[in-house]
């Protein structure tokens, strides 16, 4: 499944940036998340409560950044094993440019594969439930970093 | 004669024989909810056992921890790969010449494969054990499509093969091949072709799907340790088979196995073969010392125990311009999933596949089935039908379309030019059958004529002009279909499951005040067995129905049979009924004429006993001749009357059938309407009309559903996406069409009472039928071929890939 958006977020470009890096923004920001902790720089552990339709189920997992290239581009990568729930893994790979110097769009490309119960009761639900989840996470990401609700480009 | 003297017409009604619309007797505890069926098994300690399932469609399995599930209060055991090896059983064999994981043994090779059988106190117990039960696996790409399964860079899914060039049914061309079988003469098909002045080619793909019974797979399993001896109710269509297969593989004696199939309902080829649960479920009970009972869940059961289909068949038909067929040459690349657990006889890696020339006089043909893994659930079963059939008829039935369209002529016209005529019966095929007795134009001209063939055509026409005038967004398709099915395996000669011919047998006990009790081979899962049995027996022995008693399922009281699947059961068992009876109806005469005081030669047989000939007020009844039986046979002779019969049959049988249905899509949405459906069967003698008439109302239903919508698709990472029924197509009454049923009889020349069987036929000829429409209804716009199934979503596909939208 890929996704492909982007957000026009009211702050500059370096303070989206370190938002984007900061473990306690993300936590906040990402649907669900239960905790958030670096294990180093580049390296997080993640718990997750994810439901889609019939399905719950507490994620536990990694997450990775790489290709790094601040202020402007990084990947978010992770996977993670819901038990009998299934498992999920995928990654996105964000970019960002300043829309004059108050403003930043956010661009992001989004890969997921899921397996397991999640996929086969929950497929019809997949696509929409990662919009929105995707949606969740911006809204909130622009709320924290910019303290006002972000628009789409 | 006074009035009150009942006439032969009212003798015969009150037999409620052969040809009765008779009431079906078990209905009477199936509609009062009174059934027996696996889950009402409930014995004093019983356990609960379920399965720690593969979410990866391929992956290595690192470790299990079943630590925490230990902990979890209820939960007694958890069972694992390493478990089973302790007692050899991590693996079985299949009935296709293959072995099968029964846990995961340090890879897992399709989604939801049983990785560990945790048992508890009761099924909640159990289901929290399962999530607390770890497993770590390393997933490796998967091999879902069939096409891509023997690249040469295709990852290997089965590493207990490596270097087995050979397998149970020959060599092996790569590490994902089972077997290649063929059959036909390939040089003279060649020949054929390149003389042909027309020739078609199509891959033409039957899709998988599942025969989903309402009623999972399930089972109870009671090791009595003092006595050494295992008991299992199961849901089990040749609860023998699974006896001996117990024997086997568990190395216990046999009469210290017990198998009991009660009531089932509904089967449909999912119920043959034989489940990692069962063994887990025994060996569970084994360990514990206690009963163990495991039921599938419906998504379990629609992503573990066996599919159907998943046959990709390349289709070519040679014909000369007039529209003779001259030739037929198929290559079937079948996706069997991750383990070869086909339930076809042994000898028959593709089942009766080569019943493809179908009801056409084919000079020469040639068939190759490659045989495949891929990360998919095992099976490959029968799915209400012989095996096989289903997808040959489908292959051959569109094939014939596909070539009336070519050479512009009109599909029935060009079977009843092609058809096998009634006097080349016995007709030999191409691909190897002995077809018993047909007439096919017979059949063909009666449904054109009811359903008024050539006015629907007329109608067409004039549609397809006014779609193209746009003044109308509805298309018609009329779908003909003309099936051959080959059932009753079947013949010694040929036919084996792990050595064991496929004969069934009958025992008849008669008690001494007219009544009796048949015991068979078979089990019905909802065919109504109890009381067409007894209406064979009725008309064989002239004892009312009603005072015979059936029952089946118990391996401990019925003689051994090869169980009901593949619509053996009338055309083997209800052999042997009537064999079995003719045993009964022998000393029965004997001890007639002793009371009679006449030899047995100068007996008539009359109804419901034998009357002297020339002498029609000496008359014995057959309910006296069985308490004569009882007390005063003649001298020499064994008291008693029972007779038991193994029934090996002399050839398979080969229903027939002309189905047409007539249907309306609209372009823009791609719902379809499905006007009207005709199904004319001829399953030669028909014991029970009303009975008849339900196997084809269901098996139809069962067919639209396939050919319509039901299929269990994969995505591209192995996931199961139809795995439920919120996905996977259950027609109710709602979506169910209206069915008309017709037949004409021919009867079977070898069968003793001439019947051939029926309830897999609707399945067999409804499917090209509906595809057929679909196809029909497009074909003007330029299409030869769309894929099943043809739910609402591909309908409007077609629609677009054939440029429907682009004028509008």
């Not at chain 2, 050919?707 to 139809?722: H, K, L, P, W």
Request: proline letters at 6%.
């Amino acid at each position: 499944m890929q996704m492909n958006d982007s957000q026009r977020i009211p702050a500059p470009k370096e303070k989206v940036w370190a938002a984007l890096n900061d473990p306690d923004v993300l936590k906040q920001c990402i649907p669900g998340c239960q905790s958030l902790e670096m294990s180093s720089p580049n390296e997080m552990t993640a718990t997750v409560v994810l439901k889609v339709g019939p399905v719950k189920a507490t994620f536990g997992g990694k997450v990775t950044l790489s290709d790094r290239d601040p202020p402007n581009s990084y990947r978010i990568s992770g996977e993670g094993s819901g038990g009998i729930a299934g498992f999920a893994k995928g990654g996105a790979t964000v970019r960002l440019a300043s829309d004059g110097p108050e403003a930043t769009i956010l661009t992001y490309e989004v890969d997921a594969r899921i397996g397991g119960k999640l996929a086969q009761l929950g497929g019809r639900l997949i696509d929409s439930t990662a919009r929105k989840l995707a949606s969740q996470f911006f809204a909130s990401f622009g709320e924290a970093v910019g303290h006002v609700a972000v628009t789409g480009v | 004669m006074n009035d009150m003297t009942p006439t032969r017409e009212q003798r015969t009604a009150a037999l409620e024989g052969l040809g009765c619309k008779r009431k079906r007797v078990e209905d009477i505890r199936f509609t009062q909810g009174k059934g027996n069926y696996v889950d009402d098994v409930k014995l004093p300690g019983m356990l609960h056992g379920d399965f720690v399932r593969s979410p990866h469609a391929h992956a290595r399995v690192k470790s299990i921890d079943d630590s925490e599930a230990l902990k979890v209060p209820g939960v007694l055991a958890v069972i694992t790969a390493e478990t089973l090896k302790t007692v050899n059983l991590a693996w079985m064999p299949t009935l296709a010449g293959d072995v099968q994981m029964v846990l995961a043994d340090g890879k897992v090779l399709f989604q939801n494969q049983e990785v560990a059988f945790v048992v508890a106190t009761d099924r909640y117990a159990a289901d929290d054990g399962i999530n607390k039960v770890k497993v770590e696996y390393e997933p490796l790409p998967p091999l879902i499509d069939p096409f891509k399964a023997m690249d040469a860079d295709a990852p290997v899914l089965r590493e207990d093969l490596a270097g087995k060039t050979t397998g149970a049914h020959g060599p092996r061309k790569h590490h994902n091949h089972i077997f290649e079988w063929t059959v036909g003469d390939k040089e003279l098909t060649d020949a054929a072709f390149k003389k042909a002045e027309v020739t078609i080619k199509e891959m033409i793909s039957y899709h998988r799907t599942h025969p989903s019974p309402l009623e999972t797979c399930q089972c109870v399993c009671s090791f009595d340790k003092i006595k050494g001896e295992l008991t299992i109710w199961g849901t089990f269509q040749a609860p023998h088979v699974i006896r001996t297969v117990v024997a086997l593989i568990a190395k216990l004696p046999e009469q210290k196995i017990h198998v009991i199939s009660p009531d089932i309902g509904g089967g449909f080829g999912n119920k043959v073969g034989a489940y990692p649960g069962y063994i887990c479920a025994a060996v569970a009970s084994i360990v514990t010392g206690k009963p163990v009972k495991w039921v599938e869940d419906r998504i379990e059961n629609l992503t573990a125990t066996s599919f159907a289909r998943d046959y990709h068949m390349t289709t070519e038909i040679a014909a000369t311009k007039q529209g003779k067929v001259t030739g037929l040459r198929v290559h079937v690349l079948a996706d069997h999933g991750a383990f070869d657990a086909c339930a076809d006889p042994s000898k028959w890696p593709a089942g009766f596949f080569n019943i493809v020339t179908g009801s056409y006089d084919f000079p020469t043909a040639h068939l190759a089935v490659d045989g495949i893994y891929t990360n998919k659930a095992p099976g490959g079963v029968a799915y209400r039908c012989s095996f096989r059939v289903t997808e040959a008829a489908y292959c051959i039935e569109r094939a014939m379309d596909i070539l009336a369209q070519k050479l512009g002529m009109d599909p029935a016209e060009l079977r009843l030019k092609n058809f096998i005529r009634p006097e080349q019966f016995p007709y030999h095929s191409a691909l190897g059958w002995e077809y018993d007795s047909g007439d096919y134009g017979t059949a063909m001209r009666k449904a054109m004529e009811t359903v008024k063939y050539a006015e629907l055509r007329k109608e067409q026409e004039a549609l397809r002009a006014a779609f193209k005038r746009g003044e109308t967004r509805e298309i018609m398709g009329i779908g003909v279909s003309f099936f051959t099915e080959i059932v009753g395996a079947g013949p010694s000669k040929n036919c084996d499951i792990l050595g064991i011919a496929m004969f069934d047998s009958c025992e008849i006990r008669m008690h001494p005040t007219g009544a009796g009790i048949a015991r068979m081979g078979t089990k019905s899962q909802g065919q109504g067995h109890e009381t067409t049995w007894a209406q064979i027996i009725a008309t064989e022995i002239g004892i009312p129905a009603d005072n015979i008693m059936v029952e089946e399922g118990n391996t401990d009281t019925a003689p051994y049979g090869l169980g009901t699947y593949g619509s053996r059961s009338t055309p083997v068992a209800g052999a042997a009924i009537a064999m079995a009876a003719r045993k009964i109806k022998a000393k029965a005469q004997m001890i007639a004429a002793y009371k009679l005081e006449v030899h047995e030669d100068d007996l008539e047989w009359d109804i419901d006993g034998f009357r002297v000939k020339g002498l029609p007020e000496k008359f014995m009844s057959m309910k006296d001749i069985c308490w004569a039986a009882y007390n005063s046979v003649p001298p020499g002779m064994e008291p008693g009357l029972e007779a038991v019969s193994y029934y090996d049959p002399p050839n398979m049988t080969y229903p027939f059938g002309a189905y047409i249905c007539v249907m309306t899509i609209d372009v823009d949405t791609g719902v379809y309407k499905v006007r009207r459906f005709y199904a004319l069967d001829d399953c030669g003698t028909r014991i029970n009309p009303m009975i008849i008439e339900g196997q084809v109302h269901g098996g139809l239903t069962e067919a639209f559903a396939i050919a319509m919508g039901q299929e269990i698709r994969y995505d591209a990472e192995g996931n199961v996406v139809t795995g439920s029924f919120m996905d996977f197509f259950m027609p109710t009454a709602v979506e169910t069409p209206h069915w008309e049923t017709d037949f004409t009889v021919t009867p079977s020349p070898h069968h003793p009472i001439g019947a051939k069987g029926v309830g897999e036929s609707p399945n067999v000829g409804g499917v090209p039928a509906f595809s057929n429409a679909v196809n029909d209804a497009f074909s003007f716009l330029g299409s030869t071929h769309i894929q099943m199934p043809h739910d609402f979503w591909r309908n409007w596909q077609a629609a677009k890939n054939l440029g429907v939208f682009e004028a509008a």
